[in-house]
């Protein structure tokens, strides 16, 4: 595991082999959120789909097609399906577990995908993009919450992003699936792409029932045997080792200081210092989908198309491979050199690769009277497709994987899967507004912003911003446990300065300090009472 990540502490017990490879078998999952990602960039530039979902519009080509304002409804209502799956999945984590919310969450999922794959009309496609987007959105929100609660901590950051991995190589697939479908003139050519989902949902439900579930949240229902043989199971230990009693003694503690200031409602994740972890996690995932990265994804065949490239399928299906040899790197540096640099970095990358894609294709394309793009320099354009590159790099290997880690790990016990679904709904709220207005912001015509190359200075100025959120408010938690991590953020009051924080006494240690504490308060107290009689009977 030494390519990932750093190596396993020589004072930890047992084996960690079983939790990373169950933490890289759920981090599939993100698959089923990528191809359905990907699968509607290529479906929707099919021609047979196109005539076939035609309600009467013409294209400037003189085709049948969807409307600009039906394919906005159309690309966007899964991003909607999935800000209620993300804003409900606590009800399944929290009540039925993580592992068994998780197999829920994949029923609802196939329920979206036979709805899309019946349709042969927009009304039934539209369900089943919801219903889709729902199951995408519980599973979206629970997956890193599983990651987290069972990955050792000298590689939780690599696990938890190699759920941003899994992503890639769905999108990855997706382009492949609807460049070998694309020409079929036959409801093949969409069907065939959207039903092989029921494959990626069969694989991750079936491997989940045998998994075990988070010992964290068996100790939020007090079930401390159960925690013990989970635990156990991850560590490749009895559940009676030393080992495994500590690690449960600390997690116990932890919990138990939290419920001792009460009971969490979603309001409680905005009050006092959650505010702070809140908007952090908020604040991460939002930016990362103003990145720009899921424009690409979502119109780059047409971006491509309306660009003067002529094989634009070829183009979508070489930036998903860069998309996902990209992560690897990010997967390996995450946990060796720590979340702050690479998402400061990773910006800084970004914002470079957008601004000059935004400066060639302003100053290197013009349209003519029907709106379709003339390129007066191919080779600013195949520049330009090169800086579309270095940015998916830039992404890949840091805001991709790394906005997932950060909402993973910033949380307490007592409000995670809240926190998480609140940072998760943020995420695709900001993915349902980009899906929607974008054609209005890139295409031509009548109240259209008809921005086209020049909407890559929108992300340029998202990215930029990132810069700065990154500085002062993302706190480094690489090598901290879970229970550390609401440590240093109890203790730590600037992002600034967790570089140089490291952990003083567990919360185990100082529930016993506090025992001993108030043992000898008694004592004292019982001796100073004591004390006048003895004196007394001497005078």
């Not at 349709?119 to 599983?146: C, N």
């Not at 759920?163 to 070998?180: D, E, H, K, P, S």
Request: with cysteine; hydrophobic share 45%.
């Amino acid at each position: 595991m030494g390519f990932l990540s750093a190596s396993k502490p020589d004072h930890d017990s047992g084996k960690t082999w079983p939790a990373i490879a169950i933490g890289l078998f759920v981090a599939f999952g993100g698959v089923l959120f990528g191809y359905d990602t990907g699968t509607i960039s290529g479906i929707q530039t099919m021609p047979y789909w196109q005539r076939l979902f035609s309600t009467g519009y013409v294209n400037s080509a003189g085709d049948p097609d969807v409307s600009p304002p039906e394919l906005s409804a159309i690309v966007s209502i899964l991003s909607a399906g999935t800000f209620f799956g993300a804003l409900a999945s606590p009800f399944f984590a929290d009540r039925i577990g993580r592992r068994l919310g998780l197999i829920a969450s994949c029923f609802v999922f196939n329920l979206g995908v036979a709805l899309q794959t019946a349709a042969t009309a927009i009304p039934l496609f539209l369900a089943g993009r919801f219903f889709a987007g729902l199951g995408v959105g519980l599973i979206s929100a629970q997956i890193p919450l599983y990651q987290s609660e069972t990955a050792p901590k000298w590689i939780r950051g690599a696990i938890v992003g190699a759920y941003q991995f899994a992503i890639t190589i769905g999108l990855l697939l997706a382009a492949i699936v609807n460049n070998a479908t694309q020409h079929r003139n036959d409801t093949g050519s969409y069907r065939i792409p959207i039903a092989l989902q029921f494959a990626w949902s069969i694989i991750l439900t079936v491997g989940l029932l045998f998994l075990p579930e988070t010992p964290r949240f068996l100790i939020k229902k007090g079930d401390d045997q159960k925690a013990a043989r989970a635990l156990g199971r991850l560590r490749r230990l009895p559940a009676d080792d030393p080992a495994v009693t500590s690690e449960l003694a600390e997690i116990r503690a932890n919990y138990e200081f939290e419920l001792s200031l009460g009971q969490a409602s979603y309001l409680d994740c905005f009050r006092g210092p959650m505010l702070k972890r809140q908007l952090t996690g908020m604040g991460i995932q939002a930016l990362q989908q103003l990145t720009g990265i899921n424009f690409i994804f979502y119109y780059g065949t047409q971006y491509f198309k309306n660009s003067g490239i002529e094989n634009a399928f070829t183009i979508s299906v070489i930036t998903s491979v860069i998309n996902v040899v990209s992560t690897l790197p990010g997967l390996w540096a995450v946990d060796r050199f720590g979340r702050r640099p690479l998402l400061f970095w990773g910006a800084i990358g970004m914002c470079i690769g957008h601004f000059i894609v935004a400066l060639l294709g302003t100053l290197t394309t013009g349209q003519d009277s029907m709106g379709n793009v003339i390129v007066y320099n191919e080779a600013a354009q195949k520049a330009s497709i090169a800086f579309i590159a270095i940015f998916i790099f830039f992404f890949a290997s840091t805001w991709g994987p790394l906005a997932w880690v950060v909402t993973g790990e910033i949380y307490p016990l007592k409000t995670r899967a809240k926190s998480l679904s609140i940072t998760t709904a943020s995420n695709w709220l900001l993915n349902f507004v980009i899906a929607f207005v974008t054609p209005y912001l890139v295409d031509y015509g009548p109240n259209y912003a008809n921005l086209q190359s020049k909407v890559f200075f929108i992300w340029f100025g998202a990215c930029f911003l990132c810069i700065s959120f990154v500085y002062f408010y993302i706190y480094e938690t690489k090598g901290l446990s879970l229970e550390e991590v609401d440590e240093l953020y109890n203790e730590c009051k600037s992002a600034r300065k967790s570089t140089s924080w490291t952990p003083t006494i567990g919360f185990r240690q100082r529930q016993l300090a506090n025992e001993s504490s108030s043992g000898a308060d008694e004592k004292s107290g019982e001796h100073a009472h004591d004390s006048p009689v003895v004196q007394h009977s001497d005078v």
